[in-house]
């Protein structure tokens, strides 16, 4: 009786564990998820390439290693083109400091050569008292006494002395260091 009851409960259990439902494949989000089970699943269907061909769980692993592969590609280039764009701007910042340094220049050079023209010519003052300056004429007579022209100050003195040359140029080296900085950063 024992033995009836010992073989019917085994029946039964074989009958229920072949009713039960097989468990669905692993799908490939949770292949993406858990990259332990990805790998050992690639390795599993790369021993026997012919028979795992089209078995569900390898479909998922390989769909999931391509979508792996596109998602480090799109990192990938949103790098590059990061990348891309800061150099762009550290060019655009050369090209603007390179066009203000010809800008100060030939400031600097109209400057230069107003100062030497104002010094060739006085200036007479008005004779009739309103304050403004009247340049002399060729049949006009040089008054005794002249007022000096007004003394140059600030960056208009620095660039009739000469000095806006060499900070354009360190302007220029720093801008420069700063490109070889950012070319110099590992990937």
Do not use: H, W
Not at 5 to 24: D, R
Not at 25 to 31: D, R
Not at 36 to 55: F, G, H, I, Q, W
Not at 61 to 84: I, K, T, Y
């Amino acid at each position: 009786m024992k033995f009836l009851l010992v073989i019917g409960s085994a029946c039964g259990l074989f009958l229920l564990a072949a009713c039960a439902e097989e468990q669905p494949p692993v799908s490939a989000s949770q292949f993406m998820e858990n990259s332990r089970l990805l790998e050992a699943t690639m390795v599993r269907c790369a021993r026997n390439r012919s028979e795992t061909k089209y078995d569900a769980e390898c479909v998922n692993a390989r769909d999931a290693v391509n979508r792996l592969e596109a998602a480090n590609e799109r990192d990938r280039r949103e790098q590059l083109e990061a990348q891309s764009e800061s150099k762009r701007q550290a060019l655009r910042r050369t090209q603007e400091a390179a066009a203000e340094a010809r800008r100060r220049r030939l400031e600097a050079q109209r400057l230069r050569e107003e100062a030497e023209y104002l010094g060739l010519f006085e200036e007479v003052p008005a004779a009739n008292g309103t304050g403004q300056v009247v340049a002399p004429t060729s049949n006009q007579a040089m008054p005794a006494t002249t007022t000096a022209p007004a003394p140059v100050t600030g960056e208009a003195a620095r660039s009739i002395d000469g000095d806006a040359t060499p900070q354009t140029a360190t302007d220029l080296n720093a801008i420069r260091e700063e490109l070889r900085r950012r070319q110099e950063i590992p990937e």
